[in-house]
């Protein structure tokens, strides 16, 4: 694989799941406090154009998954936002699947209940890993226009199908994968991209 483009700037990279190749571009988002609650999204861009307005999208994205999954914890999430080549490399590592995909969810802690309820808030400084989801935007496009929506819709929607298994959620069986689904849709749509959204 090509060197990456970009610089790296922040050293707890090493602590997710995306090994250093070469170099990579970052961007740290901070929000707001409220009610004593701090999230912080961290975006990897490899081999791929930085976007500011796909970096809004998650930036929206989180909170509203937040917000309606109850993890009032103060939290933070890494996305990578790649290639094909790369998710099947990332799929070949550590699912020993040899085959592109379009998201990969890595949970820093597996015992998390997705229906634990709230949790209490932490201090700014005791920001909870979640974990990391990595995308492939080559596989947003492709997917769009296969389910004739935007690529904003498919981008949320890998996205928010992501951090639901960074909460426990899986779909292994056809009522857990109702539950996701629902779970999913009632975060789009509280985002303002509901099922319906068409191409630009």
Not at 90 to 105: C, E, M, Q, W
Not at 152 to 158: K, M, N, P
Request: proline share 6%.
């Amino acid at each position: 694989m090509a060197p990456l483009k970009g610089t790296a700037t922040n050293t707890e990279l090493t602590r997710g799941h995306f090994p250093e190749k070469g170099k990579l571009h970052q961007c740290l988002y901070h929000f707001p406090r409220w009610m004593n609650v701090r999230a912080m999204l961290t975006i990897l861009w490899e081999d791929v154009e930085e976007r500011p307005d796909i970096a809004a999208l998650l930036k929206r994205l989180l909170t509203a998954a937040r917000v309606a999954t109850c993890t009032a914890a103060s939290v933070e999430v890494t996305v990578l936002l790649t290639s094909d080549a790369r998710l099947q490399e990332l799929n070949r590592t550590y699912r020993g699947k040899d085959a592109p995909t379009d998201v990969l969810s890595f949970a820093h802690r597996d015992t998390r209940s997705p229906d634990a309820g709230c949790k209490p808030a932490l201090p700014p400084e005791n920001c909870e890993y979640l974990g990391d989801i990595a995308i492939s935007l080559a596989r947003v496009k492709t997917q769009a226009a296969e389910y004739g929506h935007s690529e904003e819709r498919e981008l949320a929607y890998l996205f928010v199908h992501g951090f639901l298994h960074l909460l426990g959620h899986t779909h292994d069986q056809d009522a857990a994968y109702t539950k996701m689904r629902a779970r999913e849709e009632a975060i789009l749509n509280s985002a303002g991209l509901p099922r319906s959204t068409s191409p630009a």
